[in-house]
């Protein structure tokens, strides 16, 4: 019985997505923002996305959450912006963060 446990205790460990669900809706462009968490409680990320004065929160049931979060603290750790896309039905729900352009980067360094 303890050979069975292991191994699933393994796969679950080495995929934190593997029972996360898949949230499949229309995402607009918010643009290029700084990131940073402000709070991770239950399931839920609050952030905070400069310039822009409202929070919004990544849901931590969903997948792709952890990489949401790994790639918000990359850019703090590099003091870079980000993109992300907001679902059109909640728009202060993350649908999906990815790097931001050279052009974006630079135009956010003059500032």
């Known amino acids: 019985m303890a050979t069975m446990l292991i191994p699933s205790a393994c796969t679950k460990q080495n995929n ?9 809706a229309p995402t607009s462009e ?6 940073e968490i402000r709070e991770i409680k239950n399931d839920t990320a609050k952030l905070a996305l400069y310039p822009y004065a409202t929070f919004f929160i990544i849901d931590l049931g969903l997948k792709g959450s952890e990489q949401k979060l790994k790639m918000i ?16 039905d909640n728009r202060s729900e993350v649908a999906e963060i990815y790097p931001a352009t050279k052009q974006d980067i630079d135009k956010y360094k003059k500032h």
């Open 16 to 24: 934190p997505d593997h029972n996360k669900k898949i949230k499949d």
């Open 30 to 35: 918010l643009g290029t923002v700084f990131p």
């Open 73 to 88: 603290r990359q850019a703090n750790k590099s003091d870079v912006p980000v993109k992300v896309k907001v679902f059109q």
